[in-house]
């Protein structure tokens, strides 16, 4: 997987290496069909998965699992309670 990163206007190099920011990335998913709305991308694989973070049960910001979402099918996968577990981290 690789990460999206956080977008960084503090001089041209670092634009260059964050104009596909999980914000720009957030949008254009959005525009998939069967991509989860309101969700937010953090990351894909290359061949047009994604994972994401969706809105908690009041939907007053995002939920801490971090789920994977298949393009084909639409389907959303949880693969971590959070962001920590996802890159090993251990609580």
Same mark, same amino acid.
């Given at each position: 997987w690789q990460?999206?990163?956080i977008y960084d206007d503090s001089d041209k190099k670092?634009?260059?290496r964050t104009c $596909?920011?999980?914000v720009r990335e957030t949008k254009v998913?959005?525009?998939w069909t069967g991509f989860p709305q309101p969700g937010v991308t953090l990351a894909y694989n290359g061949t047009g998965a994604k994972?994401?973070?969706?809105? $908690?049960e009041t939907a007053e910001r995002l939920a801490e699992?971090?789920?994977w979402w298949d393009h084909e099918t639409g389907e959303v996968?949880?693969?971590a309670e959070?962001?920590?577990?996802?890159?090993?981290?251990s609580r």
């Open positions: 990460l999206f990163p670092r634009i260059a $596909n920011d999980i998913a959005r525009e994972l994401v973070f969706l809105p $908690n699992q971090v789920y996968h949880a693969v959070g962001f920590g577990e996802l890159a090993g981290e």
